[in-house]
């Protein structure tokens, strides 16, 4: 009886955490050759703060995070599935060459959710009017010049009050 209750919950709890999906397509002509990755809601805060990095490591990081990508075709369309979906998700599009990205609003993807092996409704479209936040990548002091870090901040500071302590000492 125990190996059958055994059984029975592990079934049970490899239904409940099979993740939907959603497949996604991306639409826009000046999109063309240009990685395009889908993300859930929750990692919005986190995929801007890679972009705004930048860095070597940018790409693997979006890729390592990222639900579901592709590139786009010389017409600007690119398709994918985004796996572990949530119901609301968000597209990046971004060109390193140029040092640029696009990302939408998140939005809700939740009637095109399906679970395999069930078959999918149908295809969340993505068009360029939805991409409505765009910037430069690294513009957020990856480069140098930006806030120092706190270590560096703190001997500036340490430096700042004993110059004050010696001259009023003198």
Same mark, same amino acid.
């Given at each position: 009886m125990k190996k059958i209750m055994f059984t029975l919950a592990v079934a049970m709890?490899?239904?409940?955490?099979?993740? *939907?999906?959603?497949?996604?397509?991306v639409t826009n002509a000046s999109y063309a050759n240009k990685n395009v990755m889908a993300f859930n809601e929750s990692q919005m805060s986190a995929v801007t703060a890679l972009l705004t990095a930048g860095g070597e490591s940018m790409v693997s990081d979006l890729t390592a995070a990222s639900q579901g990508s592709a590139t786009a075709n010389g017409r600007g369309v *690119?398709?994918?599935t985004a796996t572990s979906a949530e119901s609301s998700m968000f597209f990046v599009v971004f060109d390193t060459t140029a040092n640029t990205y696009a990302m939408t609003a998140a939005q809700d993807v939740s009637g095109s959710m399906y679970t395999p092996p069930q078959s999918m409704p149908g295809t969340f479209n993505v068009t360029a009017t939805q991409f409505t936040t765009s910037g430069t990548i690294g513009s957020g002091g990856g480069g140098g010049g930006g806030t120092p870090e706190p270590t560096s901040g703190m001997l500036l500071l340490v430096g700042s009050a004993m110059l004050a302590l010696r001259r009023r000492r003198a």
């Open positions: 709890i490899a239904t409940m955490t099979q993740a *939907a999906y959603v497949s996604w397509k *690119a398709s994918g």
